[in-house]
T-cell receptor, first 115, second 114 residues
Framework: AQSVTQLGSHVSVSEGALVLLRCNYS??????LFWYVQYPNQGLQLLLKYTTGATLVKGINGFEAEFKKSETSFHLTKPSAHMSDAAEYFCAVTPGYSSASKIIFGSGTRLSIRP | DAGVTQSPTHLIKTRGQQVTLRCSPK?????VSWYQQALGQGPQFIFQYYEEEERQRGNFPDRFSGHQFPNYSSELNVNALLLGDSALYLC?????????????FGPGTRLLVL
């Protein structure tokens, strides 16, 4: 069985500040891990994914995440927030034998950016 | 190269009615998954179709059914609509055999049940 926990339903940061969105996962098999972003009234866009190999994954729009197996975490970071980063962010997991399998999503973290 | 498309974009129905939502996968993809996203929540997996068969199913009642056509497009049908079925319905497509292909999501169909 797999599950995802996102710590903090709402995170607010100032423009230019560090963004840190937390995600912990549970998986009975090696996982594939994802971060998706959802802008208002839109579908989901993939930010980045971890499958195998390098544990530090770089994504679009300056975001990156690090897979830490010992901590079962996959936190999302961005060094400097921009107003356009305001959106809902979802951490997600699939079993590591196929990324075509069903995706288990966290409940989401709404990111707000203060001017 | 067209991405995942869904139709309609919005839909209003009344309780007890039936609804059909449609999804066309990204070019080259053969697998379609459906998700329900209630307001303020993360998407929840409904089911997945591959080779015109339902391969996986989430914790949804039999009122939710689907179909996949030979051209890989898919339909989601919901019978006897309840108020709680109001949600954004997302379709995602992928390629089954590679195992590492990203699932791409469509823009969704927003269903309101009155």
């Amino acid at each position: 069985a797999q599950s995802v926990t996102q710590l903090g339903s709402h995170v607010s940061v100032s423009e230019g500040a560090l963004v840190l969105l937390r995600c912990n996962y549970s998986s009975s098999v090696p996982p594939y891990l994802f971060w998706y972003v959802q802008y208002p009234n839109q579908g989901l866009q993939l930010l980045l994914k971890y499958t195998t190999g390098a544990t530090l994954v770089k994504g679009i729009n300056g975001f990156e995440a690090e897979f830490k197996k010992s901590e079962t975490s996959f936190h999302l970071t961005k060094p400097s927030a921009h107003m356009s980063d305001a959106a809902e962010y979802f951490c997600a997991v699939t079993p590591g034998y196929s990324s075509a399998s069903k995706i288990i999503f966290g409940s989401g973290t709404r990111l707000s950016i203060r001017p | 190269d067209a991405g995942v498309t869904q139709s309609p974009t919005h839909l209003i129905k009344t309780r007890g009615q039936q609804v059909t939502l449609r999804c066309s996968p990204k070019s080259g993809h053969d697998t379609v998954s459906w998700y329900q996203q209630a307001l303020g929540q993360g998407p929840q997996f409904i089911f997945q179709y591959y080779e015109e068969e339902e391969r996986q199913r989430g914790n949804f009642p039999d009122r939710f059914s689907g179909h996949q056509f030979p051209n890989y497009s898919s339909e989601l049908n919901v019978n006897a609509l309840l108020l709680g079925d109001s949600a954004l319905y997302l379709c995602a497509s992928s390629l089954m055999l590679t195992g590492r292909e990203t699932q791409y999501f469509g823009p969704g169909t927003r269903l309101l049940v009155l």
